[in-house]
């Protein structure tokens, strides 16, 4: 149970807000007119977007007159701003809006949020540990807490613009750093999942600001001057209470695996509440559908399916295997049996209790046995590895590992907002990286042992697939970074 600090007699804090709600009060009746004060707003919106999918119930804390809120297009827009002047602008402008006048140190909402956004407050704020704490009780485990503030480098360069009347004033500011703000949501019982830096020209030049804040923002060591930081959270998993058991579905693409198939029935482990095997057959030039058919005749267990492919392709059979499956948890077992279905119950406990809500295969860890992977290749994904967790903002040291887990409804929502990638990946690894990557998915690396096939050889082919590879970093830098 968390412990709330009574303020209702220290009257320092009450000076300090009073001062504040007077002081945003003008600044709402005495907007700033010059045009550059609208291109930090815009950029800030810009992000947001790409950070939060329309339609959730969004709540803002600190929504001053409520335009940010209102181009999230969420499905219930809730503001809180203790200004008075703040909250009459907001309720007109955006009569869609559900504008309160609360104090974030007592907010006193019931409910909880899909996001909760911090835009630009915790520099405003009294205490920032408090404001958290309010904010974790309108949290599920689901529920992302965004937050961006000011930079600290920023510090005197933002005094001289707000002197020269290119911002709104402010009044002394808690200059934060990323890691006291780390420290900060511990504190409060929050994890960060990602972090980045934004805008490093908050003016419009141009076609300078767009290249300014596209991309030269990503490229060390330029990103330590931007001015503002972003940090996704999301509530820390409660580890002290054992969480219900989950039904499994595991999905396993087969294309010319006949000889691994009574292996692969023999051994994956029954998971949680029970567990099915759904087999896409991928149009084999073996016997790969009549084995299957014939070993889950003679199987003693009900809980297995065979479709037969109806495209081409991993990624394909993939979203035609979760289609069918009746689990709550999805998991994906390629067929070639270089990763144990032995392994797969560690998936399962991480995925149920919280640790993380995309767990994926990592081969690069532990020592291969003998040819599992040729050097080039390993070299390859060593490189990739890297590229790609630049490109997501989360440790993801093996990116073509075909072990990935994640929940039905993980699944489904990644499917929901699919338009925003398109149909570009034939694997299915990367459709569901970035899908998770953009829902602001906590993403966990589990390490497995990476084993010699017994049977049957690679659908990969090294060089064509490298190059395909390469261009899916450079979309994924597009639609994930660079915008």
Not at 314 to 329: E, T
Not at 331 to 339: E, F, G, N, R
Not at 399 to 414: A, F, N, P, W
Request: proline fraction near 6%.
């Amino acid at each position: 149970m968390t412990y709330t600090l009574d303020r209702s007699t220290d009257a320092a804090f009450s000076r300090y807000q009073q001062r504040r709600i007077a002081h945003w009060d003008d600044v709402a009746t005495h907007p700033v007119a010059h045009n550059q004060a609208g291109y930090y707003a815009d950029r800030l919106q810009r992000r947001y977007g790409q950070l939060i999918p329309p339609g959730l119930r969004i709540l803002e804390i600190g929504c001053g007159r409520g335009d940010l809120l209102a181009s999230l297009r969420p499905s219930r827009g809730v503001g809180i701003d203790f200004s008075p002047e703040m909250v009459a602008i907001a309720s007109t402008r955006h009569p869609d809006l559900e504008i309160l006048k609360r104090d974030a140190h007592d907010l006193g909402l019931d409910g909880t949020f899909d996001v909760i956004i911090l835009s630009d407050l915790v520099n405003d704020l009294w205490d920032v540990q408090t404001v958290l704490e309010q904010v974790q009780v309108l949290c599920d485990p689901s529920t992302r807490v965004i937050l961006n503030f000011y930079s600290k480098l920023w510090q005197g360069p933002l005094g001289l613009v707000r002197r020269l009347g290119l911002a709104n004033p402010v009044l002394a500011q808690n200059w934060l750093t990323p890691t006291d703000m780390d420290n900060l949501l511990h504190l409060s019982g929050f994890e960060r999942v990602t972090s980045s830096r934004e805008i490093l020209l908050p003016v419009r030049l141009g076609p300078i600001s767009d290249l300014m804040n596209r991309i030269t923002v990503r490229i060390w060591p330029f990103n330590h001057a931007a001015v503002t930081n972003f940090i996704v959270a999301r509530p820390r998993p409660d580890v002290s209470t054992r969480p219900l058991p989950q039904s499994v579905s595991v999905i396993v693409p087969a294309r010319n695996e006949a000889g691994n198939i009574d292996d692969i029935v023999r051994r994956t482990p029954q998971m949680g509440s029970g567990t099915e095997l759904v087999f896409v057959e991928g149009n084999s030039t073996d016997d790969t559908y009549d084995t299957i058919e014939r070993v889950l005749a003679k199987s003693p267990s009900g809980d297995m399916m065979l479709l037969r492919q109806p495209g081409k392709g991993k990624g394909d059979a993939v979203r035609f295997g979760y289609a069918h499956a009746s689990g709550d948890i999805l998991m994906i077992l390629d067929a070639d049996m270089t990763v144990a279905p032995e392994e797969l119950p560690r998936f399962y406990e991480a995925i149920n209790d919280g640790t993380g809500e995309f767990i994926n295969g990592v081969r690069l860890v532990y020592p291969m046995e003998g040819e599992a992977m040729q050097f080039l290749n390993y070299l390859g994904n060593k490189f990739f590895g890297i590229a790609f967790s630049w490109l997501l903002q989360q440790p993801t040291k093996d990116t073509l590992c075909g072990t990935k887990v994640l929940t039905r409804e993980s699944y489904d929502l990644i499917a929901a907002n699919r338009s925003y990638f398109g149909d570009f990946d034939p694997f299915g690894d990367f459709d569901l990286l970035f899908g998770a990557a953009k829902l602001n998915l906590k993403i966990v690396d589990m390490p497995v042992r990476y084993r010699d096939r017994t049977y049957g050889s690679t659908n990969i082919n090294r060089w064509s697939h490298g190059v395909l590879l390469i261009r899916m970093a450079a979309f994924a830098a597009r639609k994930l970074r660079f915008i």
